[in-house]
């Protein structure tokens, strides 16, 4: 990793000096009109969470999501909740992969020590970003999981993952997204909200 990083770091002086002795300021990567996606995911949110367990009535509780982009090619993605009585945080890496023509992720949080890598399309007339990745079932073995980011003009939108257990996809959260209020604090779940 220490060599990877540093190759990395000899190219980029390399570049700047190359770009410097032939008199002409260096061009630095411009992003695509691909990247216009990420932008109605930057800032603060409040997330309203609801989570199936086995059917039946989901589980309602709420979090905080931030995400900025890192350089207009990385959105960096900063996520906090309270799951079930857990204290849950997670952290994601989102992109746009010219080569593959498909968007690209990464996803880790504190329910344990394995990454998700994710691979995604973005549908304009349905306003939905759709990943696909692998990462541990309920059973603990590598089950297919699919979330949808659905964007609505009113600047809210909604994210949902599916999970395959067998040969059936089933819907384990779906989160309702909201600029964050001025205080600063996830809205409180209400009795309304609980018995929907």
Known sequence: MKNRISMTVLLAIAFCITSSSSGQAPQLPQ???????????????????????????????????????????????????????????????????ADAKKYVGTWIDSMGATKMDLIGTYDSESKTITYEGT???????????????KYRDDGTHTVTMHMQAGDAMFKVFEMEYTKANAAGAPKPVTQADKQQ
Do not use: C
């Open 31 to 97: 992003p695509g009109p691909e990247f216009d996606v990420f932008k109605a995911d930057i800032g603060s949110w409040d997330v309203q969470i609801k989570t199936w367990e086995g059917g039946g009535e989901p589980t309602i509780s709420t979090g905080r999501e931030t995400n900025r982009m890192l350089g207009g090619f990385w959105m960096l993605s900063n996520f906090q909740a309270n799951l079930m009585g857990l204290n849950f945080q997670g952290h994601g890496m989102y992109s746009y992969d």
């Open 135 to 149: 990462a541990p079932g309920p059973d603990g073995n590598p089950s297919k999981h699919v979330l949808a980011t």
